[in-house]
C-alpha cells in the first residue's frame, strides 16, 4: 500500500533510504536544485567528496506520477535505481570538478543554454552569462556526456570562472562557438515537422502560406540557443529573401521563425506566446513571453 508524504522531499527521502538499501555502503543524497525559471526541483546524487559531482535524477515528475497514483514507491525506486545504473556500469559516473579548474581541459566542454532573465534571479546568482538582448541570456555550461534522452550539464560558476584567469568574453565565446559544432543548427518547416508527428500530409501548406519554421539543434534539446550561432538567422533570412524573421521563443529547446508578412499584429503574437507558455510547455521549460525580431541590416536580435 502507497504510503502518504508531506511533500516531495519527503517522498525522495523514502526513495533514498530503498536506494541505501538497494547499493549497501552507499549513501545518496537529496538536495533543492534551482532549474530554468527559478524552479525548485529536488535532485537526488549519490554522495561524494566536495570535490566530486554526479549527475542528479530529479524526483519531482515520480512524485507527480505517485500522487496520482500511475506509480507504487516500489515502481518508482526501481526506476530510479535503472535511470542510476544507466548513468555507468559502476553504477554511476563520477566526475571530480577539480580536474575542470584548467582553462586546457575544461575549454572543450563549454556550452551555452539560452534562458529568460525576468524570471531566473535566483538561477542565474552564480552563474556566467552574457545579455542577448533585453530578456534573453546566454548562460555557460559544462558538458559532461551526451545520451539519447538528453545531455548530462552543470553550470559553470562564478568560482570556477575565477579560477581559470580567462576573460569573460572569450569564455562565452568559447561556449557559443562550442555549441554550434556540437549541436548544429536544424531548421525544418512547420508544417513538415506536423505531418511527420501525425504520419500524414494533411497539413501541406501552399508556398505563399508556409511561412512558419522550427529552428532547434541536432537533438532537439535547448535548440532555442541556435539564435545565437553566427550567421544562422542571416542564412536563413537570404535563402528565404527576407530583411527581418520574426523570432517566437516556442521553448528553451525550439524557437519557431515566421516570414513577417504574417496577418497577426505584434500584440496578437504576444498574447499567443504568452497562452501557449502557460497552457502547453513546462515552467520549466519557458524561455520568454516576448515575441522578438531579427534584423539583417544590423545583423541583431530585438524585442518586438
Given amino acids: 500500500m502507497n504510503k502518504d508524504f508531506m511533500n ?79 548513468q555507468n556500469s559502476e553504477p554511476w559516473t563520477v566526475i571530480n570538478v577539480n580536474t575542470l579548474r584548467e582553462w586546457e581541459t575544461l575549454k572543450s566542454k563549454l556550452i551555452i543554454k539560452l534562458v529568460g532573465l525576468e524570471n531566473n534571479k535566483e538561477y542565474l546568482k552564480d552563474a556566467i552569462y552574457k545579455r542577448v538582448c533585453d530578456n534573453l541570456v546566454a548562460v555557460v555550461f559544462i558538458l559532461f556526456d551526451i545520451r ?3 545531455v548530462i550539464t552543470s553550470k559553470l560558476t562564478k568560482e570556477q570562472f575565477e579560477s581559470l584567469d580567462i576573460p569573460m568574453s572569450e569564455v562565452i565565446e568559447t561556449a557559443i562557438n562550442n555549441t554550434e559544432k556540437i549541436f548544429p543548427v536544424k531548421i525544418k518547416k512547420m508544417s513538415e515537422l506536423l505531418s511527420e508527428q501525425m504520419g500524414c500530409d494533411i497539413f501541406s501548406l501552399p508556398p505563399e502560406e508556409d511561412i512558419m519554421y522550427v529552428m532547434s539543434n541536432s537533438i532537439m534539446v535547448n535548440g532555442a540557443s541556435t539564435v545565437l550561432y553566427k550567421n544562422a538567422l542571416r542564412d536563413f533570412c537570404v535563402e528565404h529573401g527576407l530583411d527581418r524573421v520574426i523570432i517566437l521563443p516556442s521553448s528553451i529547446h525550439e524557437t519557431i521563425l515566421v516570414f513577417p508578412n504574417t496577418m497577426m499584429e505584434d500584440k496578437e503574437l504576444k498574447c499567443l506566446v504568452t497562452e501557449v507558455n502557460e497552457e502547453v510547455v513546462k515552467n520549466q521549460d519557458v524561455l520568454s513571453n516576448d515575441v522578438y525580431v531579427y534584423t539583417v541590416e544590423d545583423d541583431e536580435i530585438h524585442i518586438l
Avoid at 538497494?22 to 525559471?37: D, I, L, R
Avoid at 525548485?40 to 559531482?53: F, H, R
Wanted: charged residues 30%; hydrophobic residues 35%.
Fill in 148 to 150: 539519447e534522452d538528453g
Fill in 8 to 86: 516531495v522531499k519527503e517522498f525522495a527521502n523514502e526513495i533514498k533510504v530503498r536506494l541505501e538499501d538497494m547499493y549497501p555502503g552507499t549513501e545518496f543524497n537529496v538536495a533543492e536544485v534551482t532549474k530554468n525559471n527559478d524552479e525548485i526541483m529536488i535532485g537526488l546524487s549519490v554522495k561524494n567528496s566536495a570535490n566530486d559531482y554526479t549527475p542528479q535524477v530529479y524526483i519531482n515528475d515520480f512524485y507527480e506520477k505517485f500522487k496520482s497514483g500511475n506509480k507504487t514507491i516500489e515502481e518508482i525506486a526501481l526506476i530510479v535505481q535503472q535511470v542510476f545504473d544507466s
